[in-house]
């Protein structure tokens, strides 16, 4: 049985920074899996906020910086690399990230379902090149009001793959979680970042302008003359695609590429943290000692660990 402490939150909510500081101070044989579905890809640096490669290594940092952009990795993907390298790691393993999916099918698995070899979700992709966005949504939307409801709209892979479960299977995807099994035997911990909405939001305004001040449009460029273009699932992360529509289509000023970042950034943190109040996690205030040191004794006695 593995043992496993989720870290939750917003992106910019200090996640990282909260658990270097826990293991820096209480557990320094600790190891870090991430759950970060943008983090995996190589070149992806800036605006995935990536541990530089001295920090990766004191931390033991594991499914991170691994994967080519121009591959399309998934969460089974993700699931596969977990169940190989979670044996490996040194305890306790802390899972930090904000990829609310990634975290819920380690916690839970994944459902099965027939192979039709893609079939299905073609038909879709070509509906959405035809239609649009809203088009697909609004089909969500109709068969499936739990799932529009819970899951990120703005990210038509997961609007996609729930219809695309409900036309294989005649089931609804939010019905089909509670046919899941986990992966591999595991127990957890659930933790998320509390931090207020304000502070939350002006903090990411100002993580957009160091992103942009540190070179993310050059970062963006070298992505795409490397060959990755917006089909590719690395350049569907907030940042990438909008300084993909600056650079290669021009239809944009600087001034709005960063506004445009920014709003979408607070819009997907609030999804994120949507996502997490439904797992009903420990919610962890990082400037409250007392909260802390409880924490770390809960930690402490999950893992067995002796003072």
């Known amino acids: 049985m593995y043992r496993i402490i989720f870290i939750s939150g917003a992106t910019a909510s200090g996640k990282s920074e909260f658990v270097h500081a826990l293991i820096d101070k209480y557990f320094p044989n600790a190891s870090i899996l991430s759950v970060d579905s943008m983090q995996v890809y190589k070149m992806l640096c800036i605006g995935t906020a990536k541990p530089k490669e001295e920090i990766k290594n004191k931390y033991n940092y594991n499914i991170i910086d691994c994967i080519d952009p121009k591959l399309n990795f998934t969460v089974n993907d993700y699931l596969d690399i977990c169940a190989s390298v979670i044996p490996k790691m040194s305890n306790p393993i802390f899972a930090v990230g904000g990829t609310g999916f990634y975290s ?32 697909m949504v609004d089909i969500l939307k109709n068969i499936d009001i739990d799932s529009y409801n819970t899951i990120d709209t703005q990210n038509i892979r997961r609007v996609i793959r729930a219809i695309e479960v409900y036309y294989k ?139």
């Open 104 to 135: 819920s099918a380690l916690k839970y698995g994944l459902f099965k379902e027939s192979d039709d070899n893609g079939i299905v979700r073609k038909k879709l992709y070509d509906d959405y090149e035809q239609h649009g966005h809203s088009y």
């Open 169 to 307: 299977t005649g089931k609804k995807f939010s019905e089909m979680k509670n046919e899941r099994q986990p992966i591999m035997p595991i127990k957890y911990l659930d933790y998320a970042i509390d931090k207020d909405r304000n502070i939350l939001y002006d903090d990411i305004n100002a993580r957009v302008i160091n992103m942009f001040e540190n070179g993310l449009l050059e970062e963006v460029r070298s992505i795409i003359d490397y060959g990755v273009n917006i089909k590719n699932t690395s350049m569907q992360g907030i940042g990438y695609k909008e300084c993909y529509e600056y650079l290669v289509n021009k239809t944009i000023s600087y001034d709005r590429l960063i506004y445009n970042v920014q709003i979408n950034t607070r819009h997907f943190a609030k999804r994120q943290l949507t996502w997490f109040r439904r797992e009903k996690p420990n919610w962890t205030n990082v400037n409250d000692n007392s909260a802390i040191e409880n924490m770390v004794m809960e930690v402490k006695a999950f893992c067995n660990i002796m003072n």
